[in-house]
């Protein structure tokens, strides 16, 4: 299984970037998929993820009206559109996938997904 994240780089704030993570090696559709945010010394930060199916989504609240995740099944790849970017926001970012059947109730567990990618970093200036 292969999780290849990719999109980052440094922006102004204010500015907005897509992030895309190609999935490979696993039936895209029977995963529900997240991303998360880490900077040094703190652990993994849940910011978004979206079910496997219907395509309902779950949003930190920091991130809450200016991060939308979204997929596209065709090329099993989840997007993360991040508008109005904060240097608060900066980190590296991390795809996920998530077999967990109580998906609703831990989308923002790292403990909930079985892949993880390798991660893009996002930095934004002020």
């Known amino acids: 299984v292969q999780l290849q994240a990719s999109g980052g780089g440094l922006v102004q704030a204010g500015a907005s970037l897509r992030l895309s993570c190609a999935a490979s090696?696993?039936?895209?559709?029977?995963?529900?998929m997240g991303w998360f945010r880490q900077t040094p010394g703190k652990g993994r930060e849940f910011v978004a993820g979206i079910r496997k199916n219907h395509s309902i989504t779950y949003y930190a609240d920091v991130v809450k009206g200016r991060f939308t995740i979204s997929k596209d099944s065709a090329r099993n790849t989840v997007y993360l559109q991040m508008n109005s970017l904060e240097p608060e926001d900066t980190a590296v970012y991390y795809c996920?996938?998530?077999?967990?059947?109580?998906?609703?109730?831990?989308?923002?567990?790292?403990?909930?997904?079985?892949?993880w990618g390798q991660g893009t970093l996002v930095t934004v200036s002020s």
């Open positions: 090696g696993l039936t895209f559709s029977g995963y529900h």
């Open positions: 996920a996938a998530s077999r967990r059947v109580s998906y609703s109730q831990s989308y923002d567990d790292t403990n909930a997904y079985n892949y």
